[in-house]
C-alpha cells in the first residue's frame, strides 16, 4: 500500500484521523504543529505522543523531506539558489531572496512544465509531474533551516504552472497560511500564471487575498502567440477579461510579467499597444529583462529599449517598474540550473 504523504493533510484532516485511531482530538493539531510550526524532519521526533501512537501512525503515512542536492549563494546580494532532491529522485529549484521588506522564498509548482513557452528552459522536456502541498511547503522549510531566517513572502514563480496545479496550490496556500504552522499571510503571496483563464476563473471564486501575476509578454495575440502556446487556446483579450474579474471578485492589484526579448516584443509601438490595452485597469508592470536561455533564439533587450519602453508605460499612467536582477552571477533562468544538473548526470 502506498503511504500517504502527512504534510498535505489539513488540521481537520488530521483531527479526524486521530478520532479514527481512538486518540484525543487535540493529538491532530500537535501532529500539525510539529509537522508546519517546528518543521521536524521525521514522524520520531513528535515526542509528545506515544511511541505506539507514531508506530501506528508511520504504517499509513510518511513525511515526505526534500533533500538539498546543489546550492549557489551569490556572491553580490546572498541570493540562493536551492537544487532539491525529491524522495523519487527527481529534481526541483527553488530561490531565496533578500529584501529591505523581508526575505522571498520562489517556489517550484511542478516537476518540468507542459506550457512550452519558447524562451523558458523549465519547460524544454515537458512536464514530469505535480508536486504535493507538502513537497512546496518543504521548500520553504528548508529554506527556512538551512539559512536560519525565516521566509515571508512567497512567490510561486519557480518551475511549472502553478494553475496546471491548482488544487494542491490551494492546499499549499491554506497550509502555509495557518495560524498552527508558518502563518504566511495571503497578502505575501504571488502566484504567477501564464493564463490558464478557465483556472482564473476558478481561483477568483476563492476570493483569496494573494497577488495573481499573469505572464503578458505580448501587446497583442500575434506576438504572443509566437512566445507562449497557451495564447493559441486562450486570446488575449479573454485573458484581460480573467483579470478584471479577479479583480472585482478579490479587489486586488494584478500583476503583469512582460519578459523584454530583442526586437519581438520590446518597440515602442509595442508599448503603446499594450499601454491602450492595461490603462486604467488597478494594476501594476513588472518589465523583466530576459534572461537568456541558450535553447532559445531569443536574445535580451537593450537597456535603452528596456527604458523606453518603461517611460511609455508609466506616459499612459500605469504603474511599471524593472525588476532587479538578483543573484546575477549565479544566475540561471526558470529551470536552467535543473536542466544543467540534469545534463550533467
Ligand atoms: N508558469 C508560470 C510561473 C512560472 S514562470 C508563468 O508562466 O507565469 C515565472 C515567470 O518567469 C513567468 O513570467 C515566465 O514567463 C518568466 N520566465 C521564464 N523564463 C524566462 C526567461 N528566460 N527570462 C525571463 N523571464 C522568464
Not at 512546496?136 to 521566509?151: G, N, S
Not at 490558464?196 to 501575476?213: E, N
Not at 520590446?266 to 536561455?293: F, Q, S, T, W, Y
Request: with cysteine; glycine share 4%.
Amino acid at each position: 500500500m502506498k503511504k500517504r504523504d502527512i504534510a498535505s493533510l489539513t488540521i481537520d484532516e488530521l483531527t479526524i484521523l486521530m478520532e479514527e485511531f481512538n486518540e484525543r482530538s487535540f493529538r491532530g493539531s500537535q501532529i500539525f504543529q510539529w509537522i508546519h510550526q517546528k518543521n521536524i524532519e521525521s514522524i520520531d521526533e513528535m515526542t509528545n505522543l506515544s511511541k505506539a501512537l507514531r508506530e501506528k501512525i508511520k504504517c499509513n503515512f510518511e513525511l515526505n523531506k526534500l533533500k538539498i542536492e546543489e546550492k549557489y549563494i551569490s556572491n553580490i546580494d546572498k541570493t540562493t539558489k536551492y537544487l532539491f532532491a525529491l524522495k523519487d529522485n527527481n529534481i526541483i529549484e527553488s530561490v531565496l531572496m533578500h529584501y529591505s521588506y523581508g526575505n522571498t522564498a520562489c517556489i517550484s509548482s511542478q516537476v518540468g512544465c507542459r506550457m512550452g513557452c519558447a524562451f523558458c528552459a523549465s519547460t524544454l522536456e515537458g512536464l514530469i509531474r505535480n508536486l504535493t502541498a507538502g513537497e512546496m511547503l518543504d521548500q520553504i522549510y528548508q529554506i527556512q533551516k538551512d539559512t536560519k531566517e525565516k521566509v515571508s513572502n512567497i512567490v510561486i514563480m519557480g518551475s511549472g504552472e502553478p494553475l496546471d496545479n491548482l488544487d494542491n496550490i490551494l492546499l499549499f496556500i491554506e497550509l502555509i497560511n495557518h495560524p498552527k504552522g508558518q502563518n504566511i499571510g495571503q497578502r505575501h503571496i504571488t502566484l504567477s500564471t501564464c493564463g490558464l483563464v478557465d483556472k482564473m476563473y476558478d481561483l477568483a471564486s476563492k476570493k483569496l487575498q494573494i497577488t495573481l501575476a499573469v505572464s503578458l509578454h505580448a501587446p497583442n495575440d500575434a506576438i504572443r502567440r509566437k512566445m507562449m502556446p497557451i495564447a493559441k487556446k486562450y486570446a488575449m483579450d479573454e485573458v484581460l477579461k480573467a483579470c478584471h474579474h479577479y479583480i472585482e471578485m478579490t479587489n486586488r492589484r494584478i500583476t503583469f510579467e512582460y519578459a523584454l526579448i530583442d526586437r519581438v516584443n520590446d518597440k515602442k509601438e509595442h508599448a503603446r499597444e499594450l499601454g491602450e490595452k492595461l490603462k486604467g485597469m488597478l494594476c501594476h508592470v513588472n518589465l523583466i529583462p530576459m534572461n537568456p536561455v541558450k535553447e532559445s533564439i531569443f536574445k535580451e533587450s537593450t537597456s535603452n529599449s528596456v527604458k523606453d519602453f518603461l517611460d511609455i508605460l508609466q506616459s499612459y499612467g500605469i504603474q511599471t517598474t524593472v525588476r532587479r536582477k538578483l543573484g546575477s552571477d549565479i544566475d540561471a533562468a526558470c529551470g536552467q540550473l535543473r536542466r544543467r544538473y540534469l545534463e550533467k548526470k
